[in-house]
């Protein structure tokens, strides 16, 4: 399954790493913040590579250019808006929670909501079906049909 | 002529196999035995065809015919042989005869070993392996025949992607092929018991043996993959949720669902028609995974537009057998009555919050994978999902599937007392909490990740323990009468034990390695030493080394600690010319608590070198987790049921009403 991703690394990989010594930052808490935010944001020329992990060279400039607003004194918040502003809102690997993406948000809880509706009503019939004498549960009198049975069962010699 | 056989081979298999998918399923459905009969020697014959292409194709690149184009475009005379082998199914055409190969030698293993199956049965399962046989063999001939010669064989050729050409790739295929596989099998029984109109604990008895294999080799070749994107991609990453991943851990997780639920079916004849979707779902995410990785549609929808027509071929196979497949549950999973009943706090009730859990997990993953394209398709809008949207949206079903975990699994069936059920489990959850805080209060900086981590899989570790203890009676019998229980134990409650266990470990391996990794970036020149992390590294040399079919520049890098050489790691930068491509080989360190991984970037103007270093905490404890899981299943696989009368389908229930 790893042949297309290695395939497409292949075609993209050039020969620099990730995150080079030069373009660390002195200030930890900075480069931190950085590294951070490296995570969240697409190498836009790869395959589903963040510019954190990518070797390819427009990563290279997001990184730097990530740095430069973080020293100029942008919020994380600022940083996005501003690649967004300029690259589109695939930039991001975390998409935003909009009006355009909310069933991709609302996915997981209202999945789990539907399921576990559904589980629970399952689960509560089956429970009652338990509780209740007469249908189902273990003290339920034999059916006829099942009283024919257990007779030709016991007529049989206790089975094989 | 060598390649012609193989091309007739497959072309002979594809007629076999629609004789096996129509002969045996008229004579189930008319009541003909000797139309039924049709089915073993179609399957063994379907196999030894497909068997024979695979061996012609992998002669061709062995003896590296590149006259044959699929040879010519993947392989070369300098490369290992190891490589030329793998390289057979090292690109999409020869993959995809491996799949087809993989799929008829299961059918030809329930046709030598399904003697005990009921004909009718066996019958109607060969007769769904055999119709998804003649669909991909019909993609195989119609969009992509392995075979191609061509008119003018070039002197030498392309070259394996150099990625590939590693032991790690060269068997992760084959296992995550057996894994999807293995699930058809599920599937056609699926069928079968919704055209046979029945599903009994004999039934499940039959499906879970192949779940759980399927479920072991997509463990293992999941695991095998992730062992390689760590030490090859070169920054020791494992997982990326990266769509072609992700179309491997959806079936994963359906496997695990359908495992835990066919547990149910055999043990407690109940939540017959839902296993019966899952067995559907399970396969149906594997023709996805198929689907997502062939069309390259995930990649970008330009590629599929670019060569539709496999896009399309692909498509429809899935649009006949999920749609097929679901139709046909719509209409018949009725028929499916489950009898028995079982109260709110019960090994069933629990086993169904695990299958609501495992499921909805694997659809936000879909939603997550498919997402983007869905995005594109209807508005235009181009967007990334990527690792920070699953980590958050994923994590949280793991987290609550790890804290019932140990509960469940110890709780009787049919009507349980929670206070009663918890009572060998007070001490492991005190331990766990106990060891959280621990770590806690040693870890500087406030990730709460490491600690949650490891309260979480001390919780699921030593559940597993404790379920083995009560099983044993532990604190209960003599030391003496214990290990005579813990032994005669059935190897299925070991497996489950094991499985579980490696679920904790792995929680355990990937809080810690996220939560403490350690990373050191710095230009460093030959002679120079630097400390990090505790560790003093000195870059003696870098060294110019020639490889079968590339030059290296591998460094030696000396690994001390207080003084006391540890090793020497090898860090290399390799570059192969056919493909003019460069890969990193990482040097590491293995340790059980940690490993020291370093790898080597560009050489600077000044002559000093980049050189990366990570400590990764617990690296080991990943493969250590996906090993106890795969060990858990082999256990559970070999359990004795399985080996004995295993097709023996009762005229009454099996399961007493108590």
Redesign the interface.
Known sequence: ??????????LL?L???????DE?LDDPVLEARARALS??I?CLVC????ID?SNADLARDLRILVRERLVAGDSDAQVLTFLVDRY????????RFTA??A???L??PA??LL??GV?VV???R??R???SPGA???DRPLSPDEQA?LDA?LKDGGGR | MNAEFGHLAVILAFMVAIVQMAVPLTGALKGWQNWMAVAVPAALLQAALIALSFASLTWAFVTSDFSVALVANNSHSAKPMIYKISGTWGNHEGSLLLWVLILTLFGAAVALWGRALPGRLKALVLSVQASIAVAFLAFLLFTSNPFERLAVPPLDGNDLNPLLQDPGLAFHPPFLYLGYVGLSMAFSFAIAALIDGRVDPAWARWVRPWTLAAWLFLTIGIGIGSWWAYYELGWGGWWFWDPVENASFMPWLFATALLHSAIVVEKRNTLKSWTILLAILAFSFSLIGTFIVRSGVITSVHAFANDPTRGMFILLILAVFIGGALTLYAFRANALRSDSVFSLVSRESALVMNNLLLVVAALVVFVGTVWPLVAEMATGRKLSVGPPFFNLSFTPFMVALAMMLPLGAILPWKRARPGRAMRPLWGPLALSVALGALVWSLQTGGRMLGPVGAVLATWVLLGALADLGQRARVGKAGAGEVLRRLGSLPRADWGKAVAHGGMGVMIFAISAITAWQQEDIRVVQPGERFAFAGYELTLERVERVEGPNYSSDMAFIALDRDGRRIATLTPEKRFYPVQRFPTTEAGIDLGVTRDVYVVIGEQQPDGGWVVRSFVKPFANWLWAAVAFMALGGVLSLTDRRYRLGAAVRPAARAVPAE
């Open positions: 399954m790893r042949l297309v991703l290695a395939l497409c690394l292949a990989a020969p620099a790493q990730a995150v080079q010594p660390v995570k969240e697409r395959r589903n590579e963040s992990e589109g809102e695939y930039v991001l690997l975390r998409p355009g993406n069933a991709l948000w996915a997981a999945l789990l399921g576990g589980a399952f689960v509560r089956r429970a079906i338990a509780a189902g549960g273990p049975r069962l």
